[in-house]
């Protein structure tokens, strides 16, 4: 059995964190599927989807890592080619890629204690972002 979810979400960008974690165990709690997978994608190429700890502490320090790896004021080719501001942002999404898959059992995303499913929407300004979920199973 195959259940196809649209979540969207309204985003600030600028490496703002979304927990999906409680919305992603609601959908998975409506679904039929009591054993499986979820595929979590997010369209857009400028926003990512991972796994993290969802604390202050390392939201900042993602975003500093973030800083290092592909800072906001760096030349892009993509901002030269296209006359935009984003080339940083395509970049970081790079990094964390638009979609994982997470296990589900009795009906629950199996994650480990700290875990949370997380939106990161790197873009240069709001959006509203699309997150697909894709339940796989029994």
């Known amino acids: 059995m195959i259940d196809t979810r649209h979540l969207t979400y309204e985003t600030q960008g600028d490496g703002q964190v979304i927990d999906l974690t409680a919305d992603l165990n609601r959908e998975l709690e409506d679904s039929d599927v009591s054993g499986g997978t979820v595929t979590i994608f997010v369209t857009g190429t400028t926003v990512g989807i991972t796994i993290m700890e969802y604390e202050p502490g390392l939201v900042e320090d993602m975003k500093t890592l973030m800083g290092r790896v592909a800072p906001r004021d760096a030349s892009y080719r993509h901002d030269i080619l296209n006359n ?23 009906g629950s995303p199996m994650l480990g204690t700290w875990q949370r499913v997380v939106l990161v929407d790197f873009d240069s300004h709001p959006r509203s972002r699309n997150v697909i979920l894709q339940i796989m199973g029994e």
């Open 84 to 106: 935009d501001d984003n080339g940083h942002s395509h970049t970081r999404a790079l990094l964390i890629g638009p979609s994982l898959v997470v296990p589900v059992a009795d």
